[in-house]
T-cell receptor, first 110, second 114 residues
Framework: QKEVEQNSGPLSVPEGAIASLNCTYS??????FFWYRQYSGKSPELIMF????GDKEDGRFTAQLNKASQYVSLLIRDSQPSDSATYLC??????????FGKGTTLSVSS | SAVISQKPSRDICQRGTSLTIQCQVD?????MFWYRQQPGQSLTLIAT?????????ESGFVIDKFPISRPNLTFSTLTVSNMSPEDSSIYLC???????????FGPGTRLTVT
């Protein structure tokens, strides 16, 4: 059974702080790794994807991948109240459906 | 990225009836997927819809209950048949662009079965 594990949270951070979201996966054959943001009542929105070990930065977001440890993380710098949402980690092998974690709820207080 | 639309956005249906959800993508895509998200839960894959072939269903989902069509590279439908209150959920379609692994989601269909 292929699994993706996330802490459900809630993760609470003050405005301006760094939020760190973590994810582990069981399938060593996983090739692609994604972070989706989902606001309440909305569909998931792709915010980051990473394929290679190391860091990938896009604005305030940094995705980190360590395939040896089967670990993916998302860092959000200078967190804003508008970042408050559920963050879903997803993995797949090429051309296959995504396997989602249960999501981590982030709350950024002003 | 791909822009995906779904119809209807929401519906309230009576037990025993069926509802067909449409998913339209603004570009040709190889893979389309249907997910279900129950309240407070993560996404569960129902099936993968490939153009020109039968859909592939995940464990716990069967074609008689969730028939899927994929007539071309931009469109798919999911039917929820013989509905019961347990089918109340948000149904989401997603699509993967050819040559890349990123998948994008439609806005979802919120189904309530009474």
């Amino acid at each position: 059974q292929k699994e993706v594990e996330q802490n459900s949270g809630p993760l609470s951070v003050p405005e301006g702080a760094i939020a760190s979201l973590n994810c582990t996966y069981s399938d060593r054959g996983s090739q692609s790794f994604f972070w989706y943001r989902q606001y309440s009542g909305k569909s998931p929105e792709l915010i980051m994807f990473i394929y290679s070990n190391g860091d990938k930065e896009d604005g305030r977001f940094t995705a980190q991948l360590n395939k040896a440890s089967q670990y993916v993380s998302l860092l959000i710098r200078d967190s804003q109240p508008s970042d408050s949402a559920t963050y879903l980690c997803a993995v797949n092998q090429a051309g296959t459906a995504l396997i989602f974690g249960k999501g981590t709820t982030l709350s950024v207080s002003s | 990225s791909a822009v995906i639309s779904q119809k209807p956005s929401r519906d309230i249906c009576q037990r025993g009836t069926s509802l067909t959800i449409q998913c339209q993508v603004d570009s040709q895509v190889t893979m389309m997927f249907w997910y279900r998200q129950q309240p407070g839960q993560s996404l569960t894959l129902i099936a993968t819809a490939n153009q020109g072939s039968e859909a592939t269903y995940e464990s716990g989902f069967v074609i008689d209950k969730f028939p899927i069509s994929r007539p071309n590279l931009t469109f798919s439908t999911l039917t929820v048949s013989n509905m019961s209150p347990e089918d109340s959920s948000i149904y989401l379609c997603s699509a993967g662009l050819a040559g890349v692994d990123e998948q994008y989601f439609g806005p979802g269909t919120r189904l309530t079965v009474t």
